[in-house]
């Protein structure tokens, strides 16, 4: 009977020590520089990243409002995922460590920056595999200026649970293809330190 509720002991501990608590994971902050982050994107092979990139622009309230709703919505979205880890970076002209991460998203993961003075871009990366998308962060298929066909909430939030899929294949030792990928609208491909 000790021995049943020693090993119940354990169990339980194990389990807690092993929790993913939603403050680490919509919190996770332990990049200091683009550097930091690149180690983790390519070398942690248990954990999905999803990496939201954004600039802040003085007096641009359109960009603030896309950055926000996006962020937003994606948080609620990935609330879900259990095995997803969310991290932001802000590529700011003020932000610190902004050259270093300027590096890892534009010369390490193709990222065009220049999309961020129009909203954000997220990356879902696993083993240091993925793909990004850009969100303009408000339904734009009406908008005169982005003509119609450009990428809606709805097409990024459903293109990021596809590249999430993605993810999943490629941790339990897939190819990466799901049978959703050809429906997926994105922007780049990502491959980090292979």
Known sequence: MKLAIVLLSIFLLSITAFNTSPDTKYDWEDHTDGEDLAISLSNEPAIIFAVFFFKKIDGNDDLDKAND????LLTNDLKDH???IYTEVDLSDE???????QKLAKDDMGIDLTLLE???IIAVMNRGDGSWIHGQGKP???DPAWGPGRDSFEEVLDSIEIFIDEARDRKQGGTGVVRDSRYSKRSGEITLGN
């Open 69 to 72: 709703s996006l962020r937003n």
């Open 118 to 120: 129009k909203g954000p």
């Open 82 to 84: 259990n095995e997803v």
């Open 140 to 142: 734009v298929s009406d």
């Open 95 to 101: 932000a610190p460590q902004l050259e270093s991460y």
